[in-house]
């Protein structure tokens, strides 16, 4: 190769610098400082294929300091994926170009995860590392064995999320995840040391990491740091360090230069220093044709690889996995036949547990976990009897210890990588905790599936830090979220179904702690995909009690005693309220008729319902902190029995 290294990253800096520029957004100071480095990675490091950004062996580069994107879309361009072209860099961050101002995994292949959210791309590379070790213990060396790599700014490694994460990666033994650490002491606000003062190195080695580190603007001490790393049984962290901005004569070194444009006359001078006299967005003929060149480094590899695959006998189940088909023949039918044969009364957190027992034993791919409350969350299946390990990687059960954030994100990495179905517990007022991923997993359009239990103030003695409130609520506002709440094991199964047919957005179960009863008899058809449907019907009713989850038996109580003092009321089981809001006009009215006084009844927040009751209808809730004492006692005390919801309706009728 003709052109020097120096020079390849130099093309690096100007495509992000002139990007920027020319969007007048955006931050060129990180591409620009981790250009080097970067440049090694995918030069003699990253096994990769432009061709085939799907290769399922392919090893997985994060972008943590997703402010960095330009890095990334240059990265993607040079060395030959389809997207994005020249004109897509030149529109950077405009719309109909698929260089977002932070990289989107949905706008084009080759970008493993969307990230932004400072710490969080680097908590989802833990889980891909997660991923990759259990498929290889599942499937051998032979066709999976790749590395996750991530490029980390000191955001990333200061927000709250990074001690979770590599708490966990540690822990685990992830040695096949290597960070890159833009080490270069300035964020936003200027010095890191305005308000930083730790020894990263020494947290870093006291979790349980390998840490090394090098001149980022030096190439052969990048090449002995990443070597070292690589011979390392544990997981990494390669602390480079770096100048932001590099290139930029005035400007490098400086926070000015993290997140706006150099300006004409900086750009001017860049181009100066580094001996760049073409236009933007224009590249040299060597230039190109050595990125190109190194886009076909993986190629052999890459072949080698296909034809092992093609020789086994798993084959078709690594590919089924890998596209996150769910097994032939995938049905709850009995399980759910059974329930009818024989009705339980158990939390809907119980009977998830149970529907769990049958789904794992069919879906092998399912990897479950609990941050900290499993035998809570009854999340752990009959035959996950080995957890995921050190010693043991093939587990299918992940302890992620008391890291709700840590754990979705991780979670997310999972699905990202595919291959494995993750889903996770724990109490759903933690939900806060974990909030932003389950919220990326929304974004990133994946099948997370995030089990929610303890869902209300039937969760009783803990008191009102532990019962959800607001959260349902608040969490059916996030876009491409599936959320649910079954009112008993039947809905519960339904829900799951859902969730795992759900394969581009993430499902959460919000699920009772205390025991409900059997209400459904009708198992024609998976019901709870409507959202909502008449679960008990009433000749012209007059009354229409709307619930969910465990209030839903409250209501079925509520619309007999209103039927013994004549007033016929239907009630309308709705597990998730968006589902039913989608539905047809038609379809809607058939559940709600139009005359019919309209109830809601659900143990949190009555904000939200007014989607349902309009003007003049009645929503019954919970719009306070809870309090601690017996579930039934704390219910009672909140109004939420069916002689208090009858005794509201009546008076709402008269
Ligand atoms: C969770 C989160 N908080 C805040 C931000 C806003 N933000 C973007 S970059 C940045 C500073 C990051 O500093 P560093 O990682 O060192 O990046 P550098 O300035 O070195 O490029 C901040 C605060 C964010 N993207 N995510
Ligand atoms: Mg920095």
């Not at 990253?9 to 920027?20: C, E, F, K, Q």
């Not at 024989?342 to 957190?349: L, M, S, V, W, Y």
């Not at 302890?399 to 990588?417: K, P, Q, S, T």
Request: hydrophobic residues 45%; proline residues 4%; charged residues 20%.
């Amino acid at each position: 190769m003709s052109v020097s290294e120096k020079r390849l990253a130099d093309t690096i800096r100007v495509l992000a610098m002139d990007a920027v520029q020319a969007a007048n957004s955006g931050h060129p100071g990180m591409p620009m400082g981790m250009a080097d480095v970067a440049t090694v990675l995918f030069k003699d490091y990253l096994k990769f294929d432009p061709a085939a950004p799907k290769w399922a062996d392919r090893d997985r580069f994060v972008l943590s300091a997703g402010h960095g994107s330009m890095l990334l879309y240059a990265l993607l361009h040079l060395t030959g994926y389809e997207q994005p072209t020249m004109k897509d860099i030149a529109n950077f961050r405009q719309i109909g170009s698929p260089c977002a101002g932070h990289p989107e995994n949905f706008e084009m292949p080759g970008i493993e995860a969307t990230t932004g959210p400072l710490g969080q791309g680097l908590a989802m590379a833990v889980g891909m590392a997660m991923a990759e070790r259990h498929l290889n213990a599942t499937f051998g060396d032979e066709i999976v064995d790749h590395r996750t790599w991530v490029v980390a700014g000191d955001g990333c490694l200061m927000e709250g999320i990074n001690h979770e994460a590599i708490g966990l990666a540690g822990h685990l033994g992830l040695g096949k995840l290597k960070v890159l650490w833009d080490n270069n002491k300035i964020t936003i606000d200027g010095a890191v040391s305005l308000s930083s003062s730790e020894d990263v190195l020494a947290r870093y080695a006291a979790t349980g990491w390998h840490v090394v580190s090098c001149d980022g603007h030096d190439f052969a001490d990048i090449r002995r740091a990443l070597d070292e790393a690589i011979a390392d049984p544990r997981p990494s962290l390669i602390a480079c360090a770096t100048k932001i901005g590099e290139g930029a004569p005035n400007l490098a070194g400086t926070n000015k230069v993290h997140g706006s444009a150099l300006g004409a006359a900086e750009v001017a001078a860049t181009r100066v220093n580094l001996g760049w006299d073409l236009p933007p967005f224009e590249l040299p003929d060597d230039i190109r044709a050595a990125w190109l060149e190194i886009g076909e480094g993986s190629k052999a590899t890459h072949a080698a690889w296909e034809d092992r695959l093609a020789s086994r006998d798993d084959k078709a189940e690594f590919e089924r996995r890998m596209a996150g088909v769910l097994p032939a023949g995938f049905s709850l039918k009995s399980y759910i036949e059974s329930l009818i044969a024989e009705p339980k009364k158990i939390a809907t957190r119980k009977a998830s547990e149970l529907a769990l027992d049958v789904i794992n034993v069919q879906i092998p791919e399912m990897m479950g976990g609990s941050a900290d409350l499993t035998g809570s969350n009854l999340t752990k299946s009959k035959d996950q009897n080995v957890a995921f390990s050190k010693a043991d990687y093939s587990g299918r059960y992940v302890y992620y210890g008391i890291r709700e954030f840590g754990m979705a994100a991780a979670m997310n990495g999972l699905a990202l990588h595919g291959g494995v179905i993750p889903y996770g517990g724990t109490f759903l007022v933690f939900s806060d905790y974990a909030r932003n991923a389950i919220r990326m997993a929304a974004i990133q359009e994946i099948r997370s599936i995030f089990v929610m239990t303890h869902d209300s103030i039937g969760q009783g003695e803990d008191g009102p830090t532990h019962q959800p409130i607001e959260h349902v609520m608040s969490l059916r506002m996030i876009p491409n979220l599936e959320v649910f709440r079954p009112c008993d094991a039947i809905e519960t199964a339904e829900c799951w179904e859902l969730a795992l047919q759900k394969t581009d957005g993430p499902t959460l179960l919000a699920l009772t702690r205390q025991n409900v009863s059997q209400l459904r008899t009708d198992i024609s058809e998976n019901f709870s995909a409507k959202g909502g449907y008449t679960l008990v019907a009433a000749q012209t009713p007059k009354v229409v009690i709307v619930a969910t989850g465990s209030e839903v038996e409250l209501a079925v109580g509520a619309a007999k005693l209103l039927g013994e003092q004549g007033i016929a009321a239907s009630v309308v089981s709705m597990p998730n309220l968006n589902r039913f809001l989608a539905q047809d006009a038609a379809y809607q009215a058939s559940v709600l008729p139009a005359g019919a006084l309209r109830v809601t009844v659900e143990a949190g927040t009555t904000f939200g319902w007014q989607s349902i009751i309009g003007h003049d209808g009645l929503s019954i809730g919970v719009d306070t902190f809870g309090l601690s004492a017996p579930g039934e006692v704390v219910y009672e005390h909140f109004g939420l029995t069916a002689p208090s919801i009858t005794a509201r309706i009546v008076e709402a009728l008269a």
